[in-house]
């Protein structure tokens, strides 16, 4: 044989394998095709996937004592595979459901993906409507029950502001890097505790691959990917603190924070009158939000950080500090207090006509005497004032991170001369030194100020971890004798007789404190019947126990009145709570669940 | 070289020409109904994109054939060792997809070089043995394997570019068979291949890696794990089936377009295919390429020289190594070895790259002639 027909032979052979393999082609082709070929077609028909989002349960939020301030709860939903809805009308579907059929027909036409994707009909489904709806899917193929994971919690009102709630992804939210790979019906922090740590308390969302028959039901797991649940985080809230507090202000509006002075923790956090996080968990209705909006109490205002209001009184403790600390007075030095004092064509008066008679510091903030504190301010001047003030933190922002800060004011000259162009006049001091006037505080200001004179005065950055690393803000920097002078001057404003806050006065513990008492209008009424909306806003801060600080707070109730009959008491019930055993604190929670 | 003459277009291979256009139209129909997005307004582009690199392969396969391929003997040395060269670079710097490295960033195009290496390969192959006189021996089969084959072959191993590596070695040892094997070497082999069948299969598994043993042992049995490679298969299969005999019609497939089939555009879409136009449909479809393979298996039989006779033999070969690989892949008769279907698989770097090949057999049938100039 040549070797050209060696090659044509091989060539055929390649020929003949080749058309060998074509047949096994066409012969499986055939196999598949014609003779399973209707098998085949069920099964495709029937070949359902479903993606199932298996969401992570959050962490939980403890208070500093281990007290779990809220719980998981699961969020039912309705929702239909368009593709696979093929059973029942849409107006019995929309009766089932209680939702009328135009919006169910708008919902399922407005979708954009594939119509394997779920979509959502109806939200926030109790349990009984849960089983009522169950026991008629069959009728209704496609339709299915969804579940989200929301949050019960679990003392309501008294955690609305610090807590905050969850709710659906903002469209915004849904844009921003930050919630990525959150699947878009979860739910997410819209506020407070639950906005700040949203991230860490997420966790990430499971996954569950299933095959279902044409009825929706599952027929095998394909893929499980489990959720990983959110770290738990523990607050520096003492939830009995908070809660005695909340519960004194019966509704009034006004504000409570109290923090740890050696460390700057926040152990309360109150803005009254507050709301219930519950009902946002559970998906707010147009018209609960419009009524909790509309309230003239305004509930959604958060009041700690975001109202400003002159310190009154309480501001006499940067006073005395600032006398004592220039030398201006000194603890023997004597004011003659007549009821008020005149100077050139205005009178300034003290709250008590027949006023003080010969005064010293101790006793003049121990009964709040207003003319001793003119004369100290007129000795010091308003930038002195100034300078003390901001030391102490006031007049800027104390960084509590729940929510957008005002920073208040404490004024001065350079102040005045940049926005009234106008220069300071010496009457302005006068009426500044009893933190009237233009010097305004937020009450979360003034528990950093009553803080940092109970530690010595340091100033801390209010945190809301338990143990987090203190954040030493300003050394106020001033003798420690001084500050023991004050303090014990505001151990005597409670204890001693003639004091403002003797209704604070505590068989508990020590408690030191000073009353302030805001004026709303310019010309003070003597009258009480005055109506509510023009009487003045009462303060008080205070410490204890006086000899080794555990807790300082400001307690503001707005037209409260007079400091000592309506703030004082706030802060005693709320300072007698937080010295509860531990134990006791935990078994009322316990109750309370 | 580039003077056209009368001749040139009276002997042009039309039958090749149109097959592979014919079939690539038909890929990119197919394409298009594979990653339609039911419901959405917005469409997935790739469909134009392998329109447009079915343009670029008409362009690669004009210029391919318009030169006496005997200048490709000509420059395959230096071709081929750049071809090796930029597999090296792929290992090295490559870009990772579907966990291997295949591809080489040149400024905003991609490339996968071992496309384009197969040709090479065989051009190579084919200049090395239309130098070789008469039957190859077992010394010339031993030096040959190690001069142009185990290199190539070890770094496609080493990306691990799996399907590649093996579509080579069933190319060198069937253009050796069809140069022609001297007995002994051809029964020397067979033995060989027997007795270490075991012990190389046990080597080649310890060296798998996780996804390729996955596919051999779903291949046995596609039950074992219906979530992973064997939901491949199942899938596949089921498209196939469900097409019955005239298929559910163009567009309205759904095992593609509703995701239940992976790959859907590129590796499984013959599965596609079939479901829409059934038995009839796709026996069309394995006509045109039956088609395609005859008509190079022809050229083979008919190129004026050894050169332009190991080289049709070399792409036919590789055309059908292709397309028995991934039909019996989509059909559930071979394991899943991640190959596309030629000239139907979306991808720009094999569309291009099968057209070129498709270019080079044209040009091998057209000077057919000796006497041509």
């Known amino acids: 044989m040549s070797s050209e027909n060696k090659s044509s032979n091989r060539i055929l052979i390649m020929g003949y394998l080749l058309i060998a393999g074509f047949a096994i082609i066409l012969i499986r082709l055939w196999q598949l095709q014609v003779l399973q070929g209707s098998a085949f077609r069920k099964i495709s028909e029937s070949n359902r996937l479903r993606v199932i989002g298996v969401p992570a349960p959050r962490g939980i939020i403890f208070d500093r004592n281990g007290i779990p301030l809220v719980k998981n709860v699961p969020y039912f939903c309705a929702s239909v595979i368009p593709a696979e809805f093929t059973g029942g009308t849409l107006s019995s579907l929309g009766r089932l459901l209680n939702v009328p059929e135009e919006e169910l027909e708008s919902k399922m036409r407005k979708t954009q993906q594939s119509p394997f994707t779920p979509v959502r009909l109806r939200e926030g489904l109790s349990l009984k409507e849960v089983s009522y709806i169950e026991a008629r899917r069959s009728d209704f193929p496609g339709l299915m029950i969804e579940i989200e994971v929301s949050r019960g919690y679990l003392y309501g009102e008294t955690s609305g502001h610090l ?431 | 070289m580039f003077k056209i003459d009368r001749r040139l277009i009276q002997n042009f291979d039309w039958v090749t020409f149109a097959t592979v256009i014919v079939i690539s139209l038909i890929g990119i129909m197919t394409v298009f109904s594979a990653t339609r997005q039911p419901g959405q307004a917005a469409q997935s582009p790739l469909f134009i994109k392998q329109a447009m690199w079915l343009l670029v392969g008409l362009v690669g396969l004009i210029a391919f054939m318009s030169f006496d391929y005997i200048w490709l003997s000509r420059i395959s040395i230096p071709v081929y060792i750049t071809g090796l060269v930029f597999l090296l670079i792929v290992l090295i710097a490559g870009k990772t997809g579907m966990g291997a490295q295949r591809w080489i960033s040149l400024g905003p195009i991609a490339f996968q070089p071992s496309e384009f290496f197969k040709l090479i390969f065989i051009i190579m192959l084919s200049q090395y043995l239309s130098l070789l006189r008469g039957g190859i021996g077992m010394l010339q089969l031993l030096r040959t394997f190690f001069i142009i084959a185990f290199i190539p072959f070890i770094l496609l191993v080493k990306q691990p570019d799996l399907g590649t590596a093996i579509v080579v070695f069933i190319i060198f040892f069937s253009m050796l068979l069809a140069k022609g094997l001297q007995r002994k070497a051809l029964v020397l082999i067979v033995i060989l291949g027997l007795v270490s069948l075991p012990f190389l299969g046990n080597i080649m598994w310890t060296g798998l890696k996780d996804y390729q043993k996955n596919r051999l042992i779903a291949f046995v049995d596609p039950e074992a794990d219906p979530s992973g490679i064997g939901y491949h298969i199942n899938q596949s299969k089921i498209a196939v089936g469900s097409g019955e005999v005239l298929g559910k019609g163009f567009l309205k497939g759904t095992q593609g377009p509703f995701r239940f089939l992976p790959e859907r555009h590129t590796d499984f879409i013959f599965a596609v295919f079939a479901e829409e136009w059934g038995f009839a449909g796709s026996v069309v479809l394995l006509m045109l390429y039956l088609l395609l393979i005859m008509r190079g298996l022809d050229t083979v039989r008919k190129a004026k020289d050894e050169f332009g006779m190991m080289l049709a033999a070399g792409i036919t070969i590789m055309f059908s190594v292709y397309f028995f690989v991934n039909i019996g892949m989509t059909l559930g008769i071979m394991p899943v070895v991640g190959i596309p279907l030629p000239f139907m698989s979306y991808g720009g770097t094999a569309l291009l790259s099968n057209f070129i090949s498709a270019g080079v057999l044209i040009n091998v049938r057209t000077r057919r002639f000796t006497l041509f100039y």
């Open chain 1, 163 to 593: 807590v905050g709630y969850l709710g659906k992804m903002t469209p915004r939210q849904s844009q921003d890097p930050e919630f990525k790979g959150v699947p878009p019906n979860a739910f997410v922090g819209q506020w407070g505790v639950e906005r700040l740590f949203d991230k860490t308390l997420r966790g990430t969302a499971g996954q569950r691959v299933i095959e279902v028959d044409a009825l929706g039901r599952e027929i095998r797991l394909l893929l499980e990917k489990p959720p990983v649940k959110g770290e738990d985080i523990s607050l520096s809230i003492d939830i009995a603190l908070q809660a005695a507090a909340e519960k004194a202000f019966q509704g009034r509006p006004g504000a409570l924070v109290a923090l740890k002075p050696d460390t700057g923790e926040i152990l309360g956090y109150v803005s009254s009158p507050s709301f219930d996080p519950n009902k946002f968990a559970k998906g707010i209705g147009a018209d609960e939000w419009e009524a909790l909006s509309q309230d003239k109490n305004l509930p959604m205002l958060n009041r700690a950080i975001q109202s400003q209001y002159p310190p009154g009184s309480t501001f006499k403790i940067i006073m005395a500090i600032a006398g004592l600390e220039e030398g201006v007075i000194s603890d023997s030095s004597k004011v003659d207090c007549r009821g008020g004092i005149s100077f050139g064509k205005w009178h300034f008066g003290c709250w008590r006509k027949t006023g003080h008679h010969v005064i010293s510091l101790h006793r003049a903030l121990v009964e709040s005497c207003d003319v001793y504190f003119y004369d100290v301010g007129r000795q010091l001047g308003i930038d002195r004032i100034y300078s003390y003030a901001t030391k102490f933190g006031l007049g800027s922002k104390t960084g509590i991170p729940l929510g957008v800060e005002k920073k208040g004011l404490i004024p001065s000259t350079k102040w005045k001369m940049e926005t009234k162009k106008t220069p300071w006049f010496l009457g302005e001091t006068f009426v500044n030194s009893i933190g009237q006037g233009y010097v305004s505080t937020t009450p979360a200001q003034m528990a950093v100020m009553m803080s940092s004179v109970a530690n010595g005065g340091k100033v801390y950055k209010p945190s809301i971890l338990k143990g987090a690393k203190p954040e030493l803000l300003i050394d106020a920097g001033v003798k420690p004798e001084t500050i023991e002078k004050v303090k014990d001057a505001l151990k005597g404003v409670v204890n001693e007789p003639g004091g403002t806050a003797g209704v604070a006065k505590s068989a508990v513990t020590t408690i030191g404190g000073k009353t302030g008492t805001a004026q709303v209008v310019g010309i003070r009424k003597e009258s009480k019947f005055l109506s509510e909306k023009f009487r003045d806003h009462a303060w008080f801060v205070a410490f204890a126990p006086v000899e080794e600080p555990q807790v300082a707070m400001s307690v503001l109730v707005e037209h409260g009145g007079h400091g000592g009959t309506a703030a004082a008491p706030i802060a005693k019930k709320a300072i007698e709570a937080y010295m509860l055993p531990v134990e006791k604190k935990r078994e009322q929670a316990y109750v309370q669940d």
